[in-house]
């Protein structure tokens, strides 16, 4: 199982809540050195960092803090070089901050305001995040992992793994926002694994449907019929388990995927095949 442990130190953005902090525990629980715990709740992010050494495996295993606002230019870069200072390299970035429309509403009620919002959190963020991380990525040594009986396996400068969605291939109603946004993901994921990969660094994306997060609650609130569609729609008749998503992440950033590059890994439970 050498292929499915880390090796290396990440920054998990959006790690207060949700995705980014099972994805954090998870890193820790796979041996990662250290982990940067970064969203704009502190007190939460601090508190779930504190939670992960109790998980660590690695046994020099760090956990860190920040309070970050991923729309903010200084603060992406503060988070950044508060990663690269304490860690000495950055090997591993999730980016798992994310909001939902404020309202669902048609196409032509759409709120120009949610609109920069959404697209700023969901969107912007990423570019700037990837951006940043980058370029510590390109300038650290390359590393490789020792993989027993498979032997010794390059693993190139670094990976990012970006919270897309499955609505990053399709539209819902009512959504134009945070579908547009979960589009946009792919495109900033694409270039960026275009223009890193001869420096050997990676970029992939997961598109989860729904997950059982606080935002699927809010989900369930404002579509009271979101358990049915899951049941009718869904092989397995639930929501994706923060757990699962935090897996997928995992095997991205491990030595298994060194030649994932520039792909989106969706988790939808086959709802895009077709309806059954
Ligand atoms: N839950 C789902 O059903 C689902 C499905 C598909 C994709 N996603 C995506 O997964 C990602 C994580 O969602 P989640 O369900 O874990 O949501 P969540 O609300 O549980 O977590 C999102 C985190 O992002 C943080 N955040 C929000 N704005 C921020 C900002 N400006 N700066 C820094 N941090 C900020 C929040 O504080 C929170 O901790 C999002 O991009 C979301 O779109 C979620």
Same mark, same amino acid.
């Given at each position: 199982?050498?292929?499915?442990?880390?090796? /290396? &130190?990440?920054?998990?953005? /959006?790690?207060?809540?949700? +995705?980014?902090?099972?994805?954090?525990?998870?890193?820790?629980?796979?041996?990662?050195?250290?982990?940067? &715990?970064?969203? +704009?709740?502190?007190?939460?992010?601090?508190?779930?960092?504190?939670?992960?050494?109790?998980?660590?495996?690695?046994?020099?295993? !760090?956990?860190?803090?920040?309070?970050?606002?991923?729309?903010?230019?200084?603060?992406?870069?503060?988070?950044?070089?508060?990663?690269? !200072?304490?860690?000495?390299?950055?090997?591993?970035?999730?980016?798992?901050?994310?909001?939902?429309?404020?309202?669902?509403?048609?196409?032509?009620?759409?709120?120009?305001?949610?609109?920069? #919002?959404?697209?700023?959190?969901?969107?912007?963020?990423?570019?700037?995040?990837?951006?940043?991380?980058?370029?510590?990525?390109?300038?650290?040594?390359?590393?490789?992992?020792?993989?027993? #009986?498979?032997?010794? #396996?390059?693993?190139? #400068? /670094?990976?990012?793994?970006?919270?897309?969605?499955?609505?990053?291939?399709?539209?819902?109603?009512?959504?134009?926002?945070?579908?547009?946004?979960?589009?946009?993901?792919?495109?900033?994921?694409?270039? &960026?694994?275009?223009?890193?990969?001869?420096?050997? +660094? !990676?970029?992939?994306?997961? /598109?989860?449907?729904?997950?059982?997060?606080?935002? &699927?609650?809010?989900?369930?609130? !404002?579509?009271?019929?979101?358990?049915?569609?899951?049941?009718?729609?869904?092989?397995?008749?639930?929501?994706?388990?923060?757990?699962?998503?935090?897996?997928?992440?995992?095997?991205?950033?491990?030595?298994?995927?060194?030649?994932?590059?520039?792909?989106?890994?969706?988790?939808?439970?086959?709802?895009?095949?077709?309806?059954?």
């Amino acid at each position: 199982m050498a292929q499915f442990q880390l090796s /290396g &130190f990440a920054i998990i953005v /959006g790690a207060a809540g949700g +995705i980014g902090k099972e994805t954090a525990f998870t890193f820790a629980e796979a041996s990662a050195k250290g982990i940067l &715990f970064a969203d +704009i709740d502190h007190e939460a992010a601090a508190k779930a960092a504190e939670t992960s050494k109790g998980l660590a495996s690695c046994p020099t295993y !760090r956990a860190l803090s920040v309070k970050a606002d991923v729309v903010d230019v200084a603060s992406v870069q503060a988070m950044v070089d508060l990663a690269a !200072r304490e860690f000495g390299r950055i090997d591993y970035c999730v980016n798992a901050a994310g909001v939902d429309v404020a309202e669902y509403l048609p196409f032509q009620d759409t709120d120009p305001d949610d609109y920069d #919002r959404v697209l700023g959190i969901n969107t912007k963020s990423i570019f700037l995040v990837c951006r940043a991380v980058g370029k510590v990525m390109q300038a650290q040594e390359p590393t490789q992992a020792n993989l027993g #009986r498979h032997g010794i #396996r390059d693993l190139g #400068r /670094g990976c990012i793994v970006n919270i897309a969605s499955a609505m990053s291939l399709c539209a819902v109603p009512h959504k134009v926002p945070y579908v547009t946004s979960k589009h946009a993901v792919t495109g900033i994921t694409r270039s &960026f694994a275009m223009d890193f990969k001869a420096a050997g +660094i !990676r970029c992939n994306q997961v /598109g989860p449907t729904w997950v059982r997060t606080p935002m &699927f609650e809010e989900e369930c609130k !404002r579509v009271p019929q979101t358990p049915q569609i899951l049941e009718q729609m869904c092989a397995v008749k639930r929501p994706i388990e923060p757990d699962e998503v935090a897996s997928a992440c995992l095997y991205l950033c491990s030595p298994s995927a060194v030649y994932i590059n520039g792909t989106l890994l969706t988790m939808d439970s086959g709802i895009l095949v077709g309806p059954m």
